[in-house]
């Protein structure tokens, strides 16, 4: 399949009830800078709601899909599944698109089965977990990201894009 790769990522702002959302496309796993980017809105996002965070992020990852090229595999902040029978941010994005996949989580979830990462020299992993390609996949692919630090390059760049703090 052609097309970059979609990672995506959300800032909430509960008293507006909106988030501000960034989106990158890049080429390959191991490439330094995106080849398309967005920051941009997205209102009447629905209030917190423990185990359906989906519920928030599917608006917002829906509205970036629209916003670049069309992506070959979507990059998500969260889990792909929380658990057995239990479908995650990326299993309700994989329904929604019907593109694999890929989920980094900084934290562990306690019923989510997923594949440890560590990078730079970081003793606290990152947790990867995938639909419509395997974990081991994913979690390589996440171990050739750019950059020397726990988190990848382009990870870091997509959320303060979502925060509004990226340095132009």
Request: proline content about 9%.
């Amino acid at each position: 399949m052609s097309g970059p790769i979609l990672a995506v990522d959300a800032q909430y702002d509960d008293a507006r009830g909106t988030a501000r959302v960034g989106a990158l496309w890049f080429a390959d796993w191991p490439d330094p800078d995106p080849c398309h980017e967005a920051a941009f809105e997205v209102d009447a996002i629905a209030p917190y709601e423990p185990g359906h965070f989906y519920l928030r992020e599917l608006p917002c990852i829906e509205e970036a899909l629209t916003r670049g090229p069309p992506a070959r595999l979507v990059l998500v902040d969260g889990y792909v599944d929380l658990g057995p029978a239990r479908p995650g941010l990326g299993r309700h994005v994989h329904a929604l698109c019907g593109l694999p996949v890929v989920g980094v989580a900084k934290s562990r979830f306690h019923d989510a089965e997923a594949i440890e990462v560590l990078r730079g020299g970081s003793s606290r992993p990152l947790y990867v977990t995938a639909v419509g390609l395997t974990s081991s996949a994913a979690a390589d692919a996440l171990r050739h990201m750019h950059g020397p630090y726990r988190m990848p390059t382009l990870l870091k760049r997509v959320d303060q894009l979502a925060r509004g703090t990226l340095d132009r």
